[in-house]
């Protein structure tokens, strides 16, 4: 007999940002311009950012970096002041370009797009039968190609294998320090479709699309509960779409003034559901 415990919201509260577990940070480059980069897209990032501007690449590229997050998350409810553990998290990112071709550009990457987590311990905080710890840990694999239509509109498209891995738990009765835990990992594929219109030397407008994506997480449950059963668990998990488009313009060979706007589907999240 199969039994179905609803996770309700159990990323969402503990990782206190505005993207929720997005990463949006994936080159150093394009963060320093506050990632408005989809109409320029002129690095091996493009993999990530927009395959359709791989096209730009004339020799082979190679970039990779590695960023760190400290949330240093606090919760204020009735049962007091929460303060979740305090530890540096790592994404790391390598980028590859390699024209075969002059307009055919093929590009590699690895990077962390969703990651990220909390543990806020096993006492009562106020909030902890609806999550005391969430943790995502995933790493994409992507191979994308840039062709290169016409002098002005260049298209792309890419591919990516997802190794996704959590730890989810919450309290559960009426005691603090029982718990519901979850651990489990997941293979899934995604795609991306970018595209980059150049209609003068100075403009430049780009768009791209990265599908939503449902991995199936296989792992167990663990709890000290005793009117929970405990063994093999599973869990869907989707990482939304996004979307985003942009506009650059170039007044001089050394500026770059662009705009770009980026939405994510959060509301297709919803509820997870462990069964």
């Not at 919201?9 to 394009?30: M, T």
């Not at 989809?38 to 990779?64: I, K």
């Not at 760190?68 to 370009?97: C, M």
Request: charged residues 15%; proline residues 4%.
């Amino acid at each position: 007999m199969k039994r179905v415990i609803i996770l309700t919201a159990l990323l969402i509260p503990c990782v206190s940002s505005g993207a929720g577990f997005y990463l949006p940070n994936q080159d150093a480059y394009a963060t320093a311009r506050g990632n408005a980069f989809v109409a320029t897209a002129d690095r091996a990032s493009a993999v990530h950012y927009n395959p359709g501007g791989l096209v730009q690449m004339d020799e082979r590229s190679l970039q990779a970096g590695v960023y760190g997050i400290q949330l240093r998350n606090t919760a204020s409810t009735a049962a007091g002041k929460s303060f979740a553990e305090d530890k540096w998290q790592l994404a790391p990112h390598v980028y590859y370009a390699h024209p075969l071709r002059d307009g055919l550009v093929l590009g590699f990457g690895l990077n962390s797009p969703f990651g990220l987590g909390a543990d806020w311990g096993n006492g009562d905080t106020g909030f902890r039968t609806v999550a005391n710890e969430a943790i995502l840990r995933m790493a994409a694999f992507t191979t994308a190609i840039g062709y290169r239509v016409n002098d002005e509109l260049s298209i792309g498209a890419a591919v990516s294998v997802n190794y996704l891995e959590s730890e989810l738990q919450q309290g559960v009765g009426f005691v603090a320090g029982d718990f519901l835990r979850f651990e489990g990992d997941g293979v899934s594929v995604s795609g991306s479709v970018g595209i980059l219109w150049q209609p003068r030397e100075k403009h430049s407008f780009g768009a791209a699309l990265a599908l939503e994506t449902r991995t199936k997480l296989n792992g167990n449950t663990k709890t000290n509960f005793a009117l929970i059963p405990t063994g093999d668990a599973s869990l869907n998990f989707i990482t939304p779409l996004r979307a985003a488009v942009g506009y650059s313009y170039r007044p001089t060979p050394r500026w770059n003034i662009e705009a770009n706007i980026e939405w994510l589907d959060w509301g297709a999240l919803n509820t997870l559901a462990l069964k």
